[in-house]
């Protein structure tokens, strides 16, 4: 994948509508594993976020932190990210992740969701150690949909796992990338960190409710996306009459659920959220 897929007109814009915010509680259970369970209004003092997105996890951090750097490679979703948060103690820019602009010993957070899997890890876990207070913390945060239903209770939820899988790949540039093996959990990426103080949760759940004529939307705000148009087209060119059924996540997201395109079903999602982290010494 390059460094900045969101470089087409509106793309970032797409990302912040339909990319899940993470819930307060993973923001909890992630602060509280530096230095104990905070006290009332107690803060830490600094963040760094890598790969913030549109800011989808800063905000939800922000609340417990003095000061708040995030950053990103792609000046489009800084911009973006910028243009909507709440925050006066967040700050933005564009910085890789590989190369990180920060005093040694200086973060007590190093905070990386949804993008583990698109750095040089080596080189950005050095990074991470150099930057982050002996004590402090790196929190490597996933999630992946896992479930699909109409959003009226009682509805059978279908499992995605399959079809979304096959829209991540189809869409990404190294057939060997980490996240081809590791799209569920990021098992290698845990392997690959190199303290021996670190631990997983996997109980956390993100769910959003969207209207089934948005799902074209949600395919595009992906940073995938690019490279799976063009795939797609490719083969609608090279004449493969099998097109539409092997891949395109709206498309199957409606066939599990039984919605026609232009109908106008209300939908709920189901992420499931892992959280890596440890400690540095
Ligand atoms: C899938 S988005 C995740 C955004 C957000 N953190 C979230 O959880 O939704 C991946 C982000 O990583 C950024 N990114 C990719 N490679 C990067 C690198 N080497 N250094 C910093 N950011 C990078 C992309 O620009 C993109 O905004």
Request: proline share 4%; aromatic share 10%; net charge negative.
């Amino acid at each position: 994948m390059s460094k900045n897929s969101y470089s087409s007109p509106g793309r970032s814009e797409l990302y912040l509508k339909y990319h899940p915010k993470y819930s307060d509680d993973v923001a909890r259970y992630v602060i509280n594993y530096p230095k104990g369970e905070l006290k009332e209004n107690e803060k830490l003092d600094l963040m760094i976020e890598v790969g913030c997105g549109t800011g989808q996890a800063t905000n939800v951090f922000a609340p417990f932190f003095k000061q708040v750097l995030a950053t990103d490679v792609s000046p489009e979703q800084v911009r973006v990210a910028a243009k909507v948060t709440g925050f006066n103690h967040v700050t933005y820019s564009v910085t890789s992740a590989e190369d990180l602009p920060f005093e040694d010993s200086s973060e007590d957070l190093v905070l990386i969701c949804l993008s583990a899997h698109l750095y040089d890890l080596p080189k950005f876990f050095a990074e991470a150690q150099r930057v982050l207070k002996p004590g402090g913390c790196i929190a490597v945060i996933g999630y992946a949909m896992k479930g699909v239903s109409r959003a009226e209770p009682g509805q059978p939820v279908h499992d995605v796992s399959q079809l979304y899988t096959d829209f991540i790949v189809a869409g990404s540039k190294e057939p060997t990338s980490l996240l081809h093996d590791d799209l569920y959990k990021y098992k290698k990426i845990f392997n690959l960190m190199p303290w021996s103080d670190k631990t997983r949760n996997d109980n956390f759940k993100i769910e959003l409710e969207m209207e089934s004529r948005e799902l074209e939307d949600l395919e595009k705000s992906y940073g995938v996306y690019e490279i799976y148009e063009r795939r797609y087209m490719e083969k609608i060119k090279n004449g493969e009459n099998n097109v539409s059924k092997s891949i395109g996540l709206a498309e199957g997201l409606r066939k599990l659920v039984g919605v026609k395109y232009g109908d106008d079903i209300k939908l709920k999602l189901i992420y499931e959220v892992f959280v890596l982290t440890a400690r540095v010494h």
